[in-house]
C-alpha cells in the first residue's frame, strides 16, 4: 500500500486539506509570480479575480513624493495575516502536519490537532511576512505615469466602450513594463490589441485608442 493510500484510508480529512492547500497556495503563487496578481495588500486595487501589485505614484513639481515614505505607507498596509495566499498556507501546513503525527509519529488524535494547529500558523505567519517584504520591495518602485503619453501598449485586460468602465494596458513607464488602469477614448478594445496612450485621468488611469 502506497503512502497516499495509507492516508487515504487512515486519515482522509487531513490529507484532502493537505492536497487541497497545497495545489490552491501553488496556483496562487504561479499567479502573482506570472501576471503580478494574488496579492491582498491594502492600497492595491483589486482587477478582477486577483489584486495587482503595481504602485501608480505621480511624481511630477510640487506633487512629487518621497520614495522612502512611499515605501513605508506601502508596506505597513501590506502586512495582512489574513489574506488568501496565508490561509492556503494555514491549510497545507495543517494538513502535511496532521498526516505526519498521524501515520509518521503515531500521535493521537488531540495531540495531532494541536500540532496541526501550530504548525499552520507559523506557516500562515510566514507567508505573510514574505508577502509583506514583497509589496515592501514593490512599494518603494516610485515612478511618473504620465511618461506613459505617447507610449505603444498592449491591452491586458478587455477595456469597455468610453464611459462604461476600465480595463488594463500593459505600456512602458518610466523605462519599464507595468500594467496600468486604462479607459477607451471610442469603441471597446479587446485584449491583446496594440493601443496608443494619449490622454492621463486624475485618477492615474490612462486613456488609450487602437493602434493604427
Known amino acids: 500500500m502506497g503512502p497516499f493510500s495509507l492516508a487515504y484510508e487512515q486519515e482522509p480529512y487531513y490529507l484532502f486539506v493537505a492536497l487541497a492547500g497545497s495545489l490552491l497556495f501553488i496556483v496562487q503563487l504561479v499567479l502573482m509570480i506570472v501576471t503580478g496578481a494574488g496579492s491582498e495588500a491594502a492600497g492595491v486595487e483589486a482587477d478582477g479575480a486577483f489584486d495587482g501589485i ?93 511618461t506613459s ?9 478587455k477595456i469597455p466602450a468610453k464611459g462604461m468602465g476600465q480595463g488594463q494596458v500593459e505600456v512602458s513607464v518610466s523605462g519599464s513594463k507595468r500594467i496600468l488602469k486604462a479607459s477607451s477614448n471610442g469603441g471597446e478594445i479587446s485584449s491583446f490589441t496594440t493601443v496608443e496612450v494619449i490622454d492621463i485621468h486624475n485618477d492615474g488611469a490612462v486613456v488609450v485608442r487602437p493602434k493604427v
Open 54 to 146: 503595481d504602485v501608480d505614484v505621480d511624481m511630477t513639481g510640487a506633487e512629487a513624493i518621497d520614495a522612502n515614505d512611499a515605501s513605508h505607507v506601502d508596506s505597513t498596509a501590506a502586512f495582512k495575516l489574513f489574506s488568501i495566499q496565508s490561509i492556503f498556507a494555514f491549510l497545507m501546513g495543517f494538513g502535511w502536519m496532521g498526516l505526519a503525527c498521524r501515520i509518521e509519529w503515531g500521535l493521537t488524535g488531540f495531540s495531532s490537532f494541536l500540532a496541526s494547529m501550530a504548525f499552520g500558523v507559523f506557516a500562515m505567519l510566514l507567508s505573510a511576512y514574505l508577502n509583506f517584504q514583497l509589496k515592501k520591495l514593490s512599494g518603494s518602485s516610485i515612478y511618473d505615469v504620465r
Open 149 to 157: 503619453v505617447g507610449q505603444i501598449g498592449t491591452v491586458y485586460l
